[in-house]
Every structure is written in C-alpha cells, then in structure tokens.
C-alpha cells in the first residue's frame, strides 16, 4: 500500500510539472503505460497534502510494527479506515 502512496505521490508531482502521461510512464520506466489510468483515477479521490500525510503515517506503522505489532494493526486499521472515508 505504501508503494501505492508513493507512486501516487510522484505521479502527482509530474502531472503538476505538466509532463504528458507519456512521459510520465518513460520517466518512470513502467513496462505498461496503461498503468496510468487507475492511478489518475485514485487520484481524483485524494489531495495531494493527504497523500503526503498517509505516507508519513505509513512510515510510522511500519517502524512500530517492528516492536509492537498489536498496536501497529490497530494503528493501520485506523488509517485505512480515515483513507477511506
């Protein structure tokens, strides 16, 4: 999921530069270019500051679940449950 955040994070960055989907993709080296479409379309769902700030909640988690696996979950379940609403 964080990979996800990520890539929806960078694919923002560009289109905001105004680079073409196309170049989007080369830049990114994806194999299949039709991987742009689902993403454009999560896009439409999130701003951009959300994005960004999921992402950091997601570093958290995953450092806490290094040393407290419970809490991380619950952890996780809240944030997946604050993106989707």
């Known amino acids: 999921m964080i990979n996800q955040i990520?890539?929806?994070?960078?694919?923002?960055?560009m289109i905001d530069n105004r680079l073409s989907d196309l170049e989007i993709v080369n830049k990114l080296?994806?194999?299949n270019?039709?991987?742009m479409?689902?993403?454009?379309l999560k896009l439409r769902?999130?701003?951009?500051?959300?994005?960004s700030k999921f992402y950091k909640q997601f570093e958290e988690i995953d450092i806490?679940?290094?040393t407290d696996q419970?809490?991380?979950?619950?952890?996780?379940n809240?944030?997946?449950i604050n993106m989707i609403n």
């Open 78 to 80: 809240l944030l997946i």
């Open 29 to 31: 080296n994806w194999q």
């Open 64 to 66: 806490l679940s290094k």
């Open 70 to 76: 419970e809490i991380s979950l619950y952890k996780l």
């Open 6 to 13: 990520e890539d929806m994070i960078i694919v923002s960055d």
């Open 37 to 40: 479409y689902p993403l454009k």
């Open 45 to 51: 769902q999130f701003r951009k500051e959300d994005l």
């Open 33 to 35: 270019p039709k991987k």
